[in-house]
């Protein structure tokens, strides 16, 4: 059965460094997405993306965060000037159509230190 | 925006018996309600989910059951087993995107 694949499992950061955290989607899935878990804590949604733009956003999604779909396979998820509070455990999901069942990736555990 | 209010948040009941776990949402649009298993340090994978169209969907041991003018929905599983031990979240969709705005969790504890 596809999946969805994420890189790396985990990163550890310097407080203020860029991290890009990559996910390859079910090859004929349109939608991505992407959500952060933080330890013991709810999933919570970020951003989605169909088209090759941004569709939605939380407002977790703030400036320091951005998207992006490189080639015809990776989606990618940049956190700028990263900062303590964004250490989380981070899901890439995607799905054929919205509204469809939504496969989640076995995420990034970013560790910002 | 939707809101997604679950309970109980832990749950522990005896291996055979007989599990429910209810949510409610606030937005009426809201026509998508997946159910996720989440063991520890795990993805969260899809058990089963249910359209605003229909009031039950059945699985084997899970059942799902939408009341649409109550705005709840809520999760069954029977005969419980060790291995249904796991953090179960709901969710809900209904923005054109369908992004999921989850609920809060359930643990779930099976005790042999």
């Given at each position: 059965?596809?999946?969805?694949?994420?890189?790396?499992?985990?990163?550890v950061?310097?407080?203020?460094?860029?991290?890009?955290?990559r996910?390859?989607?079910?090859?004929?899935?349109?939608?991505f997405?992407?959500?952060?878990?933080?330890?013991?804590?709810?999933?919570?949604?970020?951003?989605?993306?169909?088209?090759?733009?941004?569709?939605?956003?939380?407002?977790?999604?703030?400036?320091?965060?951005?998207?992006?779909?490189?080639?015809?396979?990776n989606f990618t998820?940049?956190?700028r000037?990263?900062?303590?509070?964004?250490?989380?455990?981070?899901?890439?999901?995607?799905?054929?159509?919205?509204?469809?069942?939504?496969?989640?990736?076995?995420?990034?555990?970013?560790?910002?230190? | 925006?939707?809101?997604v209010?679950?309970?109980?948040?832990?749950?522990?009941?005896?291996?055979?018996?007989?599990?429910?776990?209810?949510?409610?949402y606030?937005?009426?649009?809201?026509?998508?309600?997946?159910?996720?298993k989440?063991?520890?340090?795990?993805?969260?994978q899809?058990?089963?989910?249910?359209?605003?169209n229909?009031?039950?969907?059945?699985?084997?041991?899970?059942?799902?059951?939408l009341?649409?003018?109550?705005?709840?929905?809520?999760?069954?599983?029977t005969?419980?087993?060790?291995?249904?031990?796991?953090?179960?979240?709901?969710?809900?969709?209904?923005?054109?995107?369908?992004n999921?705005?989850?609920?809060?969790?359930?643990?779930?504890?099976?005790?042999?």
């Amino acid at each position: 059965e596809p999946e969805v694949t994420q890189t790396p499992s985990h990163q550890v950061t310097q407080m203020g460094q860029e991290v890009i955290l990559r996910c390859v989607p079910i090859s004929n899935h349109l939608y991505f997405y992407w959500y952060r878990q933080i330890l013991g804590q709810k999933v919570e949604f970020l951003v989605s993306f169909y088209n090759n733009e941004i569709s939605e956003k939380s407002e977790i999604f703030d400036d320091q965060f951005s998207v992006e779909r490189p080639d015809g396979s990776n989606f990618t998820l940049k956190i700028r000037s990263t900062k303590l509070e964004d250490s989380a455990m981070y899901f890439c999901a995607s799905s054929v159509f919205s509204n469809q069942p939504q496969h989640f990736g076995d995420g990034t555990r970013l560790s910002i230190l | 925006g939707e809101n997604v209010e679950q309970h109980p948040s832990t749950l522990s009941v005896q291996e055979g018996d007989s599990a429910v776990i209810k949510c409610t949402y606030s937005d009426s649009a809201s026509n998508y309600f997946p159910w996720y298993k989440q063991e520890l340090g795990k993805r969260p994978q899809l058990i089963i989910d249910i359209r605003s169209n229909v009031g039950e969907k059945k699985d084997q041991r899970i059942a799902v059951t939408l009341n649409k003018t109550a705005k709840h929905f809520s999760l069954h599983i029977t005969e419980t087993q060790p291995e249904d031990s796991a953090v179960y979240f709901c969710a809900a969709s209904g923005g054109s995107q369908g992004n999921l705005i989850f609920g809060k969790g359930t643990k779930l504890s099976v005790k042999p």
